[in-house]
């Protein structure tokens, strides 16, 4: 990840720590002083004893526990004014064009700028990396893959290719008239896309987005199913920036907060638009078809729903899905998963797209950009809230 701005976050490193007798009463003194700061550590929803779902997940709760499956990032963050990136995610680490995968694409509200549905819908497959910036960066990222597809070795000869960029919009936070995505910037990200832990929070795309009134971001889990239901792995990388009223493991935090979609509305001091968009990347190693991979898309839009997403007028709301398994002249490499045993990845997509969709919320930090600052979600005051709720047992 960059990110073009003088400001540096330090991080605390693990460390050993020696103690003499006579220095042990100084140690106490100085745990005690910093045991505040511990506590609001932003971590995934996970660390805090916040468990969705009945599913385990993968090693790295992470939309590359699916084998093959790379993430890569670009945080644009300069001056005041400029809060924005790119995040891309890649099937597999070969060329994507020659080595095609299934996918599928299903919308739940389309105001969006999403590139290159029509292709994938049509054909039922995917040859671009999966690409999410900002609204009015979707055109030059679109340009910027196409630039790295033609430049891939075995494709001197290409002449149509089928970028697939999707958006939301963080023009509060960020100066979005100034298109500030680069060719570089996504490039950087594709070349440096890796599999392992995800970076989640303020970062790439998710820079300058909003969530439920607080700061949104990137977000990513994953379920692995037993192996006597099949044994695949299903995971989910999300871009929030969208509203409602927010519900955690079926907790009312945003009421309980006091702030939620129509609250000004039924107080009657404001007309709330609600608006606001969320883009949904869905990886598995199952072997789906391109209509069982749109079935799986459908039961990512129930995990958005348990989040207390309204999925209003102005939202965009997509689901990109696609399966590692490749394609081939003859169909699907491995018999396709049958109908009959769909069922439990509907039950891990759904639960894997909750999780995200927090993991965006509880590892984001503040961001001051063009209109103000948006604030994350305060942590004591809602697992404060989860405990009473019982959604964290003590």
Not at 361 to 379: D, H, K, Q, W, Y
Request: net charge neutral; aromatic share 4%.
């Amino acid at each position: 990840m960059r990110v073009d701005s003088p400001l540096r976050v330090p991080k605390l490193g693990a460390m050993t720590i020696v103690v003499r007798p006579a220095a042990a009463a100084l140690l106490l003194l100085c745990l005690a002083a910093t045991a505040p700061l511990a506590a609001q550590e932003r971590q995934a929803v996970r660390d805090f004893g916040v468990v969705v779902g009945v599913l385990p997940t993968g090693p790295h709760n992470a939309i590359t526990d699916v084998a093959g499956v790379l993430v890569g990032q670009v945080t644009i963050a300069r001056g005041d004014s400029i809060n924005t990136g790119v995040t891309v995610i890649l099937p597999h680490g070969g060329n994507v064009f020659q080595e095609k995968v299934p996918a599928a694409i299903v919308v739940g509200n389309g105001f969006g700028k999403l590139v290159g549905m029509t292709q994938v819908q049509e054909l039922g497959e995917l040859e671009s990396p999966v690409v999410l910036t900002c609204t009015l960066c979707v055109p030059r990222a679109a340009d910027a893959v196409l630039t790295y597809l033609l430049g891939l070795p075995g494709n001197e000869r290409v002449h149509s290719a089928n970028p697939v960029v999707g958006e939301t919009n963080d023009g509060y936070l960020n100066d979005i008239r100034m298109r500030p995505i680069a060719e570089r910037d996504v490039l950087e990200a594709i070349g440096s896309a890796e599999s392992g832990p995800v970076e989640q929070g303020s970062v790439g795309a998710g820079r300058g987005t909003v969530a439920f009134g607080w700061k949104g971001g990137i977000g990513s889990a994953s379920r692995v199913l037993p192996e006597r239901l099949g044994g695949w792995t299903v995971g989910v990388l999300v871009q929030t920036n969208f509203g409602g009223v927010l519900q955690i493991a079926g907790a009312p935090v945003g009421q309980e907060l006091g702030r939620y979609y129509l609250k000004g509305a039924l107080e009657g001091t404001v007309l709330e638009r609600g608006d606001g968009s969320i883009m949904i990347v869905v990886a598995t190693d199952a072997a789906l078809t391109h209509r069982n991979l749109e079935r799986l898309s459908h039961r990512a839009l129930a995990g958005l729903a348990r989040t207390g997403s309204s999925m209003t007028n102005g939202s965009g709301d997509y689901v990109i899905a696609f399966s590692t398994v490749p394609v081939t002249e003859l169909g699907v490499s491995v018999p396709p998963v049958p109908n009959g045993r769909m069922s439990p990845l509907f039950q891990a997509v759904i639960e894997a797209t909750e999780e995200a969709i927090y993991n965006s919320m509880f590892l984001a930090s503040a961001v001051t950009g063009r209109r103000g600052t948006i604030e994350p979600l305060p942590l004591d005051a809602t697992l404060e809230i989860l405990r009473r709720y019982g959604v964290i047992r003590r």
